[in-house]
């Protein structure tokens, strides 16, 4: 068994690796100035290979991973593992309009066409209960960073309420909140636009303890940032905020921090300076199970 990984994986690879006791090699990757990319594996691979990349950013990453995995299998490849901590695409489940690309389900069948195993942490299954719903093989795996977030939690605060923003976010606040005996409760949220949210807490005082919010993913940080105003509003003092996927794009960050959160943490799905709940242990235990 090998890893293979690239640049933007590389820390979080290094760990899985040694936690797996499995070498790691990079893959070689060069963008040209026009856009496309070049990929090059080592050209003498085992039988078994495990990519290694979160699909932020997805639309060069998901080329790059076609032509990674189509050159795995012509090498002689014979089972080809993808571990994406975070999965792109899961969001767009319908067709909201007449016309509408389904995402989750071309992108689930391109992955399921590439792959033999699809190892995933949290994926925003909204309308659907199984990944291999959106990825039509046996092994679609998802996984949740649930314990690895409550045990964090737990070292950082001894008692606090956990705020999920919307009803998509409930499936982790409340599965968190069981594991670690702490209170929850969910706000409701409109979207208005892609970075325009409104929020509306639910009835209940918020001032007398800290509030741990709990999302997914933060992509432009509106929603983790208009929770954060919100509670404030409501005599708040002590707002934190965690999320599976630190995706933050553009001004995410600045945006939440500057609504007066006072520490904003993420698993390392994505490599970001908040990235500080590792996932390492967790996947390589789902990764000995398969292969076992
Ligand atoms: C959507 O329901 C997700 O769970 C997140 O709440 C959402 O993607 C966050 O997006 P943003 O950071 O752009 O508000």
Redesign the pocket.
């Known amino acids: 068994m090998l890893i293979l990984t690239f640049p933007d994986y590389l820390k979080q690879a290094q760990r899985l690796a040694s936690s797996l006791n499995v070498p790691l090699l990079e893959v070689v990757l060069h963008r040209f100035p026009d856009g496309e990319s070049l990929i090059r594996l080592p050209p003498s691979l085992p039988a078994h290979v495990i990519i290694c990349r979160s699909l932020n950013q997805p639309n060069d990453k998901l080329i790059e991973l076609l032509l990674c995995a189509t050159t795995a299998r012509q090498l002689g490849v014979k089972r080809i593992t993808l571990i994406a901590p975070y999965l792109c695409y899961m969001?767009q489940d319908i067709a909201n309009q007449p016309g509408e690309a389904v995402s989750q389900r071309i992108i689930g069948k391109l992955l399921a066409d590439l792959f033999d195993d699809v190892i995933t942490v949290d994926p925003?299954l909204?309308r659907i209960s199984t990944l291999n719903q959106a990825i039509p093989i046996k092994n679609a795996i998802s996984l949740t960073a649930a314990d690895e977030i409550g045990f964090f939690l737990q070292k950082k605060l001894v008692h606090a309420l956990l705020l999920g923003?919307?009803s998509?976010?409930e499936q982790w606040v409340a599965a968190i909140a069981e594991k670690i005996g702490f209170d929850y409760a969910i706000a409701e949220?409109q979207?208005r636009g892609?970075?325009l949210?409104e929020i509306s807490l639910p009835n209940r005082s918020f001032s007398e303890m800290p509030v741990v919010i709990i999302?997914?993913?933060?992509?432009?940080?509106?929603?983790?940032?208009?929770t954060v105003r919100q509670l404030q509003a409501a005599g708040n003092k002590e707002t934190y905020a965690v999320?599976t996927h630190a995706?933050?794009?553009g001004d995410?960050e600045a945006h939440i921090l500057q609504a007066g959160v006072r520490g904003l943490w993420s698993t390392d799905s994505i490599d970001h300076p908040t990235s500080c709940i590792h996932l390492d242990l967790l996947i390589a235990k789902t990764v000995l199970a398969l292969v076992r």
């Open positions: 969001r925003h909204h923003p919307d998509e976010s949220k979207r892609d970075r949210v999302d997914d993913m933060a992509s432009t940080g509106r929603t983790l940032a208009g999320v995706l933050f794009c995410a």
